[in-house]
């Protein structure tokens, strides 16, 4: 549409007002663009200083035409022989991806009981889940450390594993329960008639409709573990270490090396980011608890 | 037999077909609910409970009941104290900012304009960096007096401008709840913005045309329709930043340490019990962090219920 008007009316030929307005938008996409690269500044810093060489990296100014090398991500995965990051990277892997795992289990059937076939006073369940969520982490903690130390459960994967399905299961239903609400009853209900079962319904008919919904609540859920840190500084020590918490030391077990921390940063965030652009659509209705659509 | 045992004898297998359709009902719901009681909720009871004691495992043989001393102790102890004053101002101020910041954004995002995706794409990223990344970013890569990006910059528009010697502040210690403001802010004001983009999104647009139509100015638009609509959007923004804020440990672990006054609650609790061992005194801190929490989630949830009940009326 763009395109037709434009060749049927060049921009000498607009009455004044119009060429005013359309100056005055080309401005604001300008500065939207401006707002954009400088929101994103720190982070490409980070990128472009992780590229850089230790001595290029602490320099002042900064030096924008420095060299680009790939050592500091060399040496952060332990190529001059410092600690691994690997243990920790796995250990954040398994924490997010078996929490996550457990919340869908959780939360599907909760879901289905709370948008499709409608338990009694659903919207009360509903914000009995939500409330949960704003009871702030600290205030449990230590019980829960004290019960970990004296259940030798202490620096073990499986304890995060349950305090981050805790943690997400109430977002996660809520997210569920919006998305399997967008699943037609009136066809459900057909198919039901014409003699499918549950499990067909689930895969023909509720799994294409809300399975998007699904995979970006899964995502959220992922993105939520994997950038925990209180928790996991709390209850793990050696063998148990998450990504966050392996990050939060290499400054002060190796000094400061700012090169390799930003490539250390670059790496943690990097399943986030691509966790994150991909539920990109999705993640302000998971974060506002599904009350935005 | 008298009639009304008859009655009820009739009615009872009946009955008893419906609960077992209700429990098959409810059957689903039933795990996450029992998980979620017994991970959230009885760890809270639990420091209800250790609130209510003079305990420090340095010190064994000391614990027994304090009643509410550990209580008194927080409003009276400079330190806690501090760390309340110091948690309201740093939520206000960051949820202050983001909103405004992340309106501001929001307006320009919803005009259509070149490569209007790939902004939205570049405004996302700070909240999609993993939160220890970026107060580690924040502290080390930017804030660093000696080749943080802010000093570099300064250096580097002196040069411009033949100054050999600009102002090279040290950021943190010079203003550390600015610093740790600044970093959550600019995490923040992402998600702020996506919640109000949706909301002006939103915006039913035959009403847009008919303000239009009848000579509305953009001003007037703003403020007489855009802004009411908005209004249910900005209140869930400040209520959810609020919850989420409040709790932040990252940055203020990472920036400062906690140092120079920026300690908050969450993080002087875990001070509390995992460095000082004063177990009842950082379980009653906690239970206070809950008390105000609760007063804003209270809040937050009626906005999210009445976004709800709306939704719910349209479908």
């Not at chain 1, 680009?68 to 952060?76: H, I």
């Not at chain 1, 981050?164 to 919006?178: E, G, H, K, R």
């Not at chain 2, 001070?271 to 804003?296: D, R």
Request: glycine letters at 6%.
């Amino acid at each position: 549409m763009t395109a037709t008007t434009a060749t049927l009316a060049p921009s000498k030929l607009l009455p004044p007002a119009a060429r005013r307005a359309r100056r005055r938008s080309a401005a604001l996409g300008l500065v939207a663009w401006v707002a954009g690269l400088g929101f994103c500044l720190p982070a490409m810093w980070m990128l472009l200083t992780s590229l850089h060489s230790e001595a290029d990296a602490a320099t002042n100014p900064p030096p924008l035409a420095a060299a680009l090398t790939l050592d500091n991500y060399r040496q952060f995965f332990g190529a001059d022989g410092g600690p691994s990051p690997w243990p920790s990277l796995i250990n954040s892997l398994s924490a997010s991806v078996f929490s996550t795992v457990l919340v869908l289990l959780l939360a599907l059937p909760a879901a289905y009981a709370l948008s499709i076939r409608r338990v009694r006073k659903w919207t009360d369940v509903l914000f009995f889940f939500l409330s949960t969520k704003m009871l702030p982490v600290v205030a449990g903690l230590l019980p829960v450390y004290l019960f970990a130390k004296n259940a030798g459960m202490l620096d073990n994967i499986w304890l995060l594993v349950i305090l981050y399905t805790s943690m997400n299961l109430p977002i996660a239903v809520w997210m569920m329960q919006s998305f399997l609400a967008d699943v037609p009853v009136s066809i459900i209900e057909a198919a039901q008639v014409d003699g499918a079962r549950l499990p067909t319904v689930l895969t023909r008919i509720v799994a294409p409709v809300a399975g998007p919904g699904i995979a970006a609540t899964a995502l959220i859920c992922f993105i939520f573990s994997w950038n925990e840190l209180l928790f996991a500084r709390v209850l793990t020590g050696v063998v148990a270490q998450t990504a966050p918490v392996y990050l939060s030391g290499v400054v002060t077990s190796q000094g400061l090396f700012l090169a390799q921390l930003c490539a250390a940063s670059v790496v943690v965030s990097l399943p986030v980011l691509a966790a994150g652009y991909a539920a990109q659509d999705k993640l302000v209705q998971g974060l506002s608890l599904g009350a935005v659509k | 037999m008298s009639p009304q045992i008859r009655s009820e004898q009739a009615r009872q297998p009946k009955e008893r077909k419906r609960g077992v359709r209700a429990w098959a009902t409810r059957a689903p719901l039933l795990p996450a609910l029992v998980f979620l009681i017994a991970v959230t909720q009885l760890p809270f009871v639990a420091t209800l409970v250790i609130s209510l004691f003079d305990w420090n495992p340095l010190s064994p043989d000391e614990r027994d009941f304090a009643g509410f001393s550990n209580y008194t102790s927080v409003v009276t102890d400079p330190e806690l104290r501090d760390s309340v004053c110091t948690t309201v101002l740093l939520t206000a101020s960051v949820v202050v900012a983001t909103v405004v910041l992340g309106l501001l954004l929001a307006l320009l995002l919803d005009r259509s304009f070149f490569g209007r995706g790939m902004v939205r794409t570049l405004l996302i990223t700070p909240f999609l960096i993993v939160p220890v990344s970026a107060a580690l970013l924040w502290k080390h890569a930017l804030y660093n007096p000696e080749y943080g990006l802010l000093n570099g910059a300064l250096t580097w528009i002196g040069e411009l401008f033949g100054d050999t010697s600009p102002p090279q502040p040290d950021w943190i210690s010079g203003m550390p709840l600015i610093a740790v403001e600044a970093a959550l802010v600019w995490q923040w004001t992402p998600f702020m913005m996506l919640i109000l983009l949706a909301g002006l999104q939103s915006r039913p647009a035959e009403m847009m045309e008919a303000a239009r139509l009848d000579g509305a100015g953009s001003w007037q638009t703003f403020r007489y329709l855009t802004l009411p609509h908005l209004r249910r959007y900005l209140e869930l923004g400040v209520l959810l930043g609020s919850v989420y804020i409040v709790q932040n440990f990252d940055a203020v672990f990472t920036i400062t340490a906690g140092g120079l006054d920026t300690a908050n609650l969450p993080y002087t609790i875990y001070q509390t019990f995992y460095n000082a061992h004063e177990y009842g005194l950082a379980s009653a801190a906690g239970v206070v962090v809950v008390i105000g929490t609760m007063i804003i989630a209270t809040f937050a949830l009626r906005v999210v219920s009445s976004l709800f009940r709306e939704e719910a009326n349209r479908a």
